[in-house]
């Protein structure tokens, strides 16, 4: 899915082989140079503006912190995401609308597979995220339909769930059936569904593979 901000990223608490201060100090550099790029302020976006406290150099950052919980409003510009959770990761991403992000993980997230989706640019030398399980073309396509039938809906609109069922039921069967996982975040990065939807999928899929029937919403199989 073609992100609409230059996405960038630095590596974090998940990774003993940068400091946490450096990884901090990189990533503000990379927030004044992109204020001055695109003209606009720039944000921290963490889970809590209390974080503020958790290290002396977050402290001195000269930058609001905002969160979810945050109730000011906010217009686009760039920002940096320090360890954030799902949820604070989305925030950032509404933010940073057509201008940039730059992300550095916590130890809560799993920030590959958004790396992966976005292509993100790491600002540090000499680190890389797995490419992660590939998905076949074919794979892609019976997805993709699924997608355009109800991913809108997270899949529970009319007939949406059916069609899923289906749709996972003729991949389960392949010889080149991906997993779950390959499977939730392919639907989670497409923009066609949210994070709800693709884990509830994903749900689905498992569920299918360990032979359980499913119903329509008449009680009736699937």
């Known amino acids: 899915m073609a992100t609409n901000y230059a996405a960038y990223w630095i590596p974090g608490l998940d990774n003993d082989a940068i400091d946490p201060d450096d990884a901090l100090a990189?990533?503000?550099?990379?927030?004044?140079?992109a204020e001055r790029?695109?003209?606009?302020?720039?944000?921290?976006?963490m889970n809590a503006a209390s974080m503020r406290h958790n290290r002396p150099l977050l402290g001195s950052a000269p930058w609001d912190i905002v969160?979810?919980?945050?109730?000011?409003?906010?217009?686009?510009?760039?920002?940096?995401?320090?360890?954030p959770v799902a949820r604070t990761l989305e925030l950032a991403e509404q933010l940073a609308y057509r201008t940039a992000l730059c992300?550095?993980?916590?130890?809560?997230?799993?920030?590959?597979?958004w790396v992966r989706r976005?292509?993100?640019?790491?600002?540090?030398?000499?680190?890389?995220v797995d490419p992660g399980e590939a998905i076949s073309a074919e794979v892609r396509e019976e997805l993709d339909n699924m997608l355009?039938?109800?991913?809108?809906?997270?899949?529970?609109?009319?007939?949406?769930?059916e069609y899923a069922i289906r749709t996972l039921r003729d991949i389960s069967r392949r010889a080149d059936a991906?997993?779950?996982?390959?499977?939730?975040?392919?639907?989670?990065?497409?923009?066609e569904t949210n994070a709800k939807g693709a884990a509830r999928v994903a749900r689905w899929y498992d569920?299918?593979?360990?032979?359980?029937?499913?119903l329509d919403y008449a009680r009736r199989p699937i």
């Open 26 to 33: 990189l990533g503000f550099d990379w927030l004044r140079q």
């Open 37 to 45: 790029q695109h003209g606009s302020s720039g944000v921290l976006v």
């Open 148 to 161: 355009s039938f109800d991913g809108h809906n997270g899949f529970l609109g009319a007939g949406g769930k």
């Open 103 to 113: 992300v550095i993980p916590g130890t809560l997230f799993d920030l590959s597979p």
């Open 178 to 191: 991906p997993t779950s996982e390959a499977i939730e975040e392919y639907l989670a990065g497409s923009g």
């Open 118 to 128: 976005t292509g993100a640019e790491c600002l540090a030398d000499g680190f890389a």
């Open 67 to 83: 969160s979810t919980r945050s109730h000011r409003s906010y217009g686009s510009g760039p920002v940096l995401a320090v360890w």
């Open 207 to 214: 569920e299918i593979r360990e032979g359980k029937r499913h």
